[in-house]
């Protein structure tokens, strides 16, 4: 039987050092494989530091994709500060598991159109397609789901690549209202994090 892949999930950390230190001891404790940060790990490009290290320094592998809070030039920055991997340009296949993503969202900076967001996944899909599982991971939510209603509409190129690609694990965040919301769309299983993170078997 093969082992499951246990994944620490979490993001909107907004330049908190302090839960990034109780969540990088948590993957320590629960021995994750690994950690995704869906976007806003900083407070508008402020308090970089600290935000990425402990985790690392605790030996696990982080995937992430930006949010509207993370400019292009902060995700580029923790690219190659930490040696760490967005998502959104790389797509990685990680014993079995394909992971891609997209970051940004549709209010405030670093906003990406829904044709933006489309390509993205679609390119970010056909890089793992063959992959034995599949889990897509956006900062942004899918649009007409219960996510949705709690605050800002969400994204209707999510919808679709959700529909579409048929990912077995959709990971969001954004909307810290929604924190532990979990529903389905189609077989697609959507778990929207936040800070306080949440660990996801695959």
């Avoid at 908190?16 to 230190?21: E, G, L």
């Avoid at 949010?67 to 580029?76: C, L």
Wanted: proline share 3%.
């Amino acid at each position: 039987m093969t082992k499951k892949l246990k994944i620490l999930a979490a993001s909107d950390l907004h330049g908190d050092t302090r839960q990034v230190k109780k969540l990088a001891e948590r993957a320590y404790k629960e021995n994750v494989d690994i950690v995704i940060i869906a976007g806003d790990i900083t407070q508008f490009d402020s308090s970089s530091e600290d935000m990425i290290g402990p985790f690392l320094k605790r030996g696990k592998k982080v995937l992430f994709v930006p949010g509207n809070h993370d400019s292009p030039a902060t995700a580029e920055f923790l690219e190659e500060k930490y040696r760490i991997t967005n998502l959104q340009h790389c797509p990685v296949n990680y014993k079995g598991i394909g992971f891609f993503g997209c970051g940004g969202a549709n209010i405030g900076l670093n906003q990406l159109s829904e044709k933006e967001i489309g390509i993205y996944l679609k390119n970010g899909f056909d890089s793992i397609k063959e992959a034995e599982k599949k889990i897509m991971i956006t900062h942004l939510h899918p649009e007409g789901t219960a996510i949705e209603k709690m605050s800002f509409r969400g994204s209707r190129s999510i919808k679709k690549a959700i529909e579409d690609f048929k990912p077995d694990i959709h990971i969001c965040g954004h909307i810290h209202e929604a924190e532990g919301v979990e529903e389905k769309i189609g077989r697609t299983k959507v778990f929207c994090v936040g800070s306080q993170g949440k660990i996801i078997e695959v």
